[in-house]
């Protein structure tokens, strides 16, 4: 290995190091039976007999990969099917499945915003969206999170530009669970005319009446431009998608998108498995119903004891900590007490809000609420 490389990188992975930033891979055993507070399952659906059974007939039908790109033989029609369930599902006209949510945001918002156009975005709009939204060329403000009010004084402050105003935000913040106003969101839409992409993430399965997610909650059904959602959290597979009510945001995906022309497409089991989720999470408003009293509960369990969480009804509770060490310490801590939990740290998160990201799921019991408390106050005596 080139000798300069290897010392660039042992530099910055030192300087990792030494703020206890360094992320590392710890391989998970299929046996291990900690409670689960770090991933995304939040409805169990990756369990779910339905969609395991789906998933299973998918490989033997179709075998274990897609094997091309959908250009060439990729797609099939079990991907034709879940592109049309979703998008009538979220109120869309035009569904695109991609690979992962990650290549979904970078592929719309790398593709569609160009040079001359001006993108406003939540501070804490995730990883994926920044990516494409930096290789877009186009000129980026952030106003501050959730903050409707900084958003529109910039929408006034902008002059008539040539070009296009796009609005990017979540509906389910990932590192923090919180959510901005959809109906307030779907009117300054309708009053400026931006475009308005929303990523779906987290708030899939979760919310709303036929859990298509937080649109439907607040009744602001299918008011954004284009859905980005993902197949790899609440609905318990692979993968992802985007929705639109224009028919050209799904063609210039298609033709343009090197994230989607030039990969290997979604395995027909992960889609097969999506789609009979879809089904599964339409029938499973008294298991929301459950999930927000949980939330609730958590929240105010974690209240008593003494910790600061935001409150609302998401799957998603941070317990921010501040320095990446006392992070680590609280993790390690409610790891050796039986719980799977992941200390997030800066640049995931800003400086000096390292946090476990507690993460929901059905099933969870009030005995792992209270062993839980039991853990944080051990941890801080
Ligand atoms: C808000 C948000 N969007 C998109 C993604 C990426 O989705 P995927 O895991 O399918 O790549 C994530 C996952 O971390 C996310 O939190």
Not at 187 to 195: I, T, V
Request: hydrophobic share 45%; proline share 4%; with cysteine.
């Amino acid at each position: 290995m080139n000798a300069a490389l290897l010392q660039r990188l042992q530099r910055s992975l030192a300087q990792r190091e030494g703020s206890s930033l360094r992320r590392k891979l710890a391989a998970r055993a299929s046996d291990d039976l900690r409670v689960n507070l770090a991933d995304n399952d939040y409805l169990g659906l990756s369990r779910d007999p339905a969609v395991i059974a789906a998933g299973v007939a998918a490989l033997h039908e179709w075998g274990a990969s897609s094997s091309a790109s959908p250009l060439v033989t990729g797609y099939t029609v079990v991907h034709q099917q879940l592109e049309h369930a979703l998008a009538a599902w979220q109120g869309y006209e035009h569904g695109l499945v991609m690979n992962t949510g990650f290549a979904a945001n970078s592929a719309v918002l790398g593709g569609l915003p160009k040079k001359g156009d001006l993108i406003l975005a939540d501070r804490l709009v995730h990883a994926s969206m920044l990516e494409g939204i930096a290789a877009s060329g186009a000129r980026l403000r952030r106003f501050a999170h959730n903050d409707l009010d900084a958003l529109e004084l910039m929408l006034h402050e902008e002059p008539a530009l040539e070009g296009v105003i796009f609005v990017v935000t979540e509906s389910v913040y990932s590192m923090d669970g919180d959510s901005p106003d959809l109906k307030r969101l779907a009117s300054l839409r309708k009053r400026f005319g931006f475009c308005w992409v929303l990523d779906e993430a987290h708030a899939t399965g979760w919310y709303g009446a036929t859990g298509s997610g937080l649109q439907e909650e607040q009744g602001a059904f299918a008011a954004a431009d284009i859905v980005v959602g993902t197949l790899g959290k609440g609905l318990g597979s692979q993968g992802a998608y985007v929705l639109s009510h224009a028919p050209e945001v799904r063609d210039a995906l298609i033709n343009f998108a090197g994230e989607f022309v030039y990969s290997t497409y979604l395995a027909p089991s992960c889609a097969a498995a999506a789609l009979a989720a879809v089904e599964r999470v339409k029938g499973m408003s008294a298991e929301r119903g459950q999930l927000h009293a949980l939330s609730h509960a958590w929240r105010d369990g974690l209240v008593e004891v003494g910790f600061a969480v935001p409150s609302g009804d998401s799957p998603i509770i941070p317990l921010i900590l501040g320095d990446s060490d006392v992070t680590l310490k609280y993790a390690a801590a409610l790891r050796a007490a039986g719980f799977m939990v992941s200390a997030i740290r800066p640049p995931t998160v800003p400086e000096r809000t390292g946090r476990i990201r507690i993460s929901l799921r059905r099933g969870l019991t009030p005995t792992a609420l209270a062993n839980f408390l039991q853990a944080l106050k051990g941890v801080r005596e």
